[in-house]
C-alpha cells in the first residue's frame, strides 16, 4: 500500500512534470514565433531589394549611360527611397564593386532626423553580400543571429548600363523583444510561481499532516500498563479527526468488553480454583481425620504420638498451601532498585546448593557484561528464580546440571533457568501457569503461578523457553538501567 506521503510526493511530481513540459511548450511556441518572425523579415527585404531592382530598370530604361557624378547618385537614391518607402524597418541601397556604396536611403527610420550614413558595424557583411551576388549573379542573404536580435542582408543583382551594379537591403527581426518575448516571460513567472507555490502547499501538507500522524504514533505506542487503547487526542484535520473518533470510539467498546471478559474471567478462575483448593484441603483433613480416629481407637501411646506427628505434618502442608495462595493473589507492588547482577544471581543459588549437591546435580550460573545495573525488585524476584531452580531439582536425576542465565538486549532483560531433566509433559504443558496445574504427584501447582505473578508485577512475563532436551524457564522484564 502507498502512504499519503508519496501520494503526494507523485502528485508533486506530476505537477512538476507538468511544469516543465508547459514551459517547454511556451519556449517552443515562442520560438516559432521567432522563426516566423525572421522568416517575415526575410520576405521584407527580399520584396525590397526586389523594389529596387524594378525601380532601377525604369530609372535607366533608355538611357544611354552617363558618368558617375552627384546628380547620377541623387537620382539612384530616390530609386531606392521610393523603393523602401512603404518597407518598414528596412535599409538598403545600390553598390557597385571597386567604387562601393553608390546610394543609402532608410526612409522608415524613427530617428530625430533621416539616416544617410551606412551602419559601419554591418558594413563588412553589406560588403560580402555584394560582392556574393556580383559573382554568382544570383541574389544571396546572409543572416546573423544575436541575443535579442537577428540581422538579415539580402543581395540581388542590377542590370542596365552601369557595370558591376547590385542591390541590397537589410533589416534587424527582434528575437528577445515584442509582445510575444513578454507573454513568454509572463507565462514562465506565472508558471514557476504556480510550481513554487503548489510546492509550498504540498510540502506544508506533508509535514502537517506527519505531525498529526506522529501524535496519534505517539499516542498509540507510548507506554501504559493497560491492554486497553489510549484515548486518542484531535488533530486538528478533520479526516484525522474522524479516524481519531472512530479509533476513540473503538477503544471504548474494547474496554467494556474486555472488562465484562475479564469479569467471566474471573469467575471461572475463581470455579476452577474454588475446586481445585478444595480438593488440595480435603486430602490433608481426610488424612488428619483418619489419624485422630486411629489414635482415639486405640490404648498405644506410641501410636497415638505417631498420629499426632502425621497430623502435624499435615498441618504444616495446609499452611505452606495457604501461604503460597495469598503470595501469588495478594502480590505486593515490586520495590524497584539497581542491582548487580552476578552477586544477585551467585547469593540466588547458594542456598539450594547443598540441595542439589545431595541430588548429584550441578548448579551454575551465566552472567551479562553490563554497563549499568539493571533495576527490579530483588527478594520478589529471587522468590521467583528459588521456585524455578526448586522445580528444576526436583525434575533432574542425579548427574544432571542446572543453569540460572541471565541476558540482556533489546530493552529487556532474561532470566532463564534451564535443566537436562525429561521436560514437561505435553498433556499439561499450555496450561503450566495455572494455579494447581502440575506435573509432578506431590506438587500443589503454585509455584508457577507466583513465578507468572512477579513478572507481571514488574511489566513483564513468565513462559517455557524453546529447548530440544530438558526444560527452560524464563522470565522476561523491560530493562530499565539504574
Known amino acids: 500500500m502507498r502512504s499519503l506521503r508519496s501520494r503526494l510526493s507523485a502528485l508533486w511530481l506530476m505537477l512538476a512534470v507538468s511544469g516543465a513540459a508547459t514551459a517547454y511548450l511556451l519556449v517552443e511556441s515562442f520560438q516559432q514565433s521567432t522563426n516566423a518572425r525572421v522568416a517575415r523579415a526575410q520576405d521584407l527585404v527580399i520584396s525590397g531589394c526586389r523594389d529596387i531592382a524594378d525601380r532601377y530598370q525604369f530609372f535607366v530604361s533608355g538611357w544611354r549611360g552617363a558618368p558617375v557624378d552627384d546628380r547620377l547618385k541623387q537620382d539612384l537614391l530616390a530609386v531606392v527611397q521610393s523603393a523602401l518607402t512603404a518597407k518598414p524597418g528596412v535599409e538598403g541601397g545600390i553598390w557597385q564593386a571597386g567604387s562601393g556604396s553608390l546610394a543609402y536611403a532608410y526612409p522608415t527610420y524613427e530617428g530625430t532626423g533621416p539616416k544617410t550614413d551606412l551602419p559601419a558595424a554591418e558594413l563588412s557583411v553589406i560588403q560580402s553580400v555584394n560582392a556574393e551576388t556580383q559573382r554568382s549573379g544570383r541574389p544571396d542573404t546572409i543572416r546573423t543571429a544575436g541575443r535579442s536580435q537577428t540581422l538579415i542582408v539580402h543581395g540581388c543583382p542590377l542590370r542596365g548600363p552601369l557595370e558591376n551594379i547590385t542591390a541590397w537591403t537589410m533589416t534587424r527581426a527582434a528575437t528577445a523583444e515584442g509582445p510575444a518575448y513578454t507573454h513568454l516571460l509572463a507565462g514562465l513567472l506565472v508558471l514557476a510561481l504556480t510550481l513554487l507555490g503548489s510546492a509550498l502547499w504540498l510540502s506544508w501538507i506533508l509535514v502537517s499532516w506527519s505531525r498529526r500522524i506522529a501524535l496519534i504514533e505517539t499516542a498509540l505506542g507510548g507506554a501504559t500498563m493497560s491492554a486497553d487503547l489510549p484515548h486518542l487526542p484531535h488533530t486538528g484535520a478533520r479526516e484525522l479527526d474522524r479516524l481519531v473518533d472512530a479509533v476513540n470510539d473503538a477503544g471504548h467498546r474494547l474496554s467494556a468488553e474486555r472488562s465484562r471478559a475479564a469479569a467471566a474471567e474471573r469467575l471461572a478462575a475463581v470455579g476452577r480454583l474454588s475446586a481445585n483448593l478444595a480438593h488440595e484441603i480435603r486430602n490433608p483433613i481426610a488424612a488428619m481425620r483418619l489419624k485422630a480416629e486411629n489414635a482415639l481407637a486405640s490404648s498405644d501411646p506410641a501410636r497415638k504420638s505417631s498420629a499426632l506427628e502425621a497430623i502435624l505434618q499435615q498441618v504444616a502442608r495446609l499452611d505452606a498451601l495457604l501461604r503460597d495462595l495469598l503470595a501469588m493473589t495478594h502480590a505486593s507492588r515490586p520495590a524497584a532498585r ?145
Open 338 to 482: 539497581p542491582v548487580d547482577l552476578a552477586s544477585f544471581l551467585q547469593s540466588t543459588i547458594e542456598t539450594h546448593r547443598e540441595l542439589a549437591a545431595r541430588r548429584g546435580l550441578q548448579l551454575r550460573t551465566v552472567v551479562p557484561a553490563a554497563e549499568r545495573a539493571p533495576c527490579f525488585d530483588p527478594s520478589q524476584m529471587q522468590r521467583a528464580l528459588d521456585n524455578l531452580i526448586i522445580n528444576a531439582v526436583q525434575s533432574t536425576t542425579a548427574g544432571g546440571e542446572i543453569l540460572v542465565a541471565a541476558e540482556i538486549g533489546d530493552g529487556r532483560l532474561l532470566f532463564r533457568v534451564t535443566d537436562s531433566g525429561p521436560g514437561i509433559d505435553a498433556s499439561v504443558r499450555d496450561r503450566l501457569f495455572e494455579p494447581f496445574v502440575s506435573s509432578r504427584a506431590d506438587g500443589t501447582g503454585l509455584g508457577l503461578a507466583i513465578v507468572r505473578e512477579i513478572a507481571r508485577a514488574h511489566r513483564g512475563e513468565a513462559r517455557l523457553g524453546q529447548r530440544s532436551n530438558g526444560t527452560a524457564f524464563e522470565i522476561s522484564l523491560p530493562c530499565q538501567p539504574s
